[in-house]
């Protein structure tokens, strides 16, 4: 079993679906460290060093530890309703969402909305936005107006790993490139 498997899995309990190994996470989405590992070793080979490697070496950084080790959360992307204690900040004057072209007559209906998930993620480039898209099928960008946005009072959040959130993008902010 390749480590980008149990990337994946860990990924999946970490921002969706934690009872699958029988964790819970806190408030914060951190899960024990010991408990993952225990969980995940039923059908992922995994112990702390492998799990130091993951971590460290994903290029998406979705994961981040506590301090000392003890504790893990995925960044964002969570559809479990966690706090993962985002900062907010002023966001630049525009940002990027990619999508997959069958989703683009309902963003062209309702804007962005976060679906499954607790936000809408947005890249700071259109490289980033096309790669996220092609995940989806042909890949379709948005520039979303986001200076103009927060200026009215929309809240956006940058993640550890530098990907914009935000509740959603109201139609008259995006522009199909």
């Not at 964002?76 to 525009?94: A, F, I, R, T, W």
């Not at 309902?106 to 962005?112: E, S, Y």
């Not at 936000?119 to 107006?145: C, F, M, N, Q, W």
Request: no cysteine; net charge positive; charged share 30%.
């Amino acid at each position: 079993m390749s480590n980008t498997e149990t990337s994946k899995f860990i990924s999946l309990i970490l921002r969706h679906k934690p009872q699958t190994i029988g964790i819970t996470l806190d408030e914060h989405g951190w899960a024990n460290v010991e408990e993952l590992i225990r969980g995940v070793s039923k059908t992922h080979p995994l112990d702390m060093k492998l799990l130091e490697q993951i971590v460290a070496e994903d290029e998406k950084q979705r994961y981040s530890f506590n301090e000392d080790k003890t504790l893990i959360r995925a960044n964002q992307g969570h559809s479990v309703p966690v706090d993962v204690e985002l900062e907010e900040k002023v966001p630049p004057e525009v940002l990027y969402h990619g999508t997959g072209e069958k989703f683009v007559a309902d963003i062209d209906k309702q804007g962005l909305i976060p679906k499954s998930r607790l936000y809408v993620h947005l890249s700071a480039d259109t490289e980033t936005a096309k790669k996220v898209g092609a995940r989806h099928g042909k890949p379709v960008i948005y520039r979303v107006k986001s200076r103009a946005m927060n200026e009215s009072g929309i809240k956006f959040y940058r993640s550890v790993n530098g990907v914009w959130l935000v509740k959603e993008v109201p139609l008259k902010y995006l522009e199909k490139m």
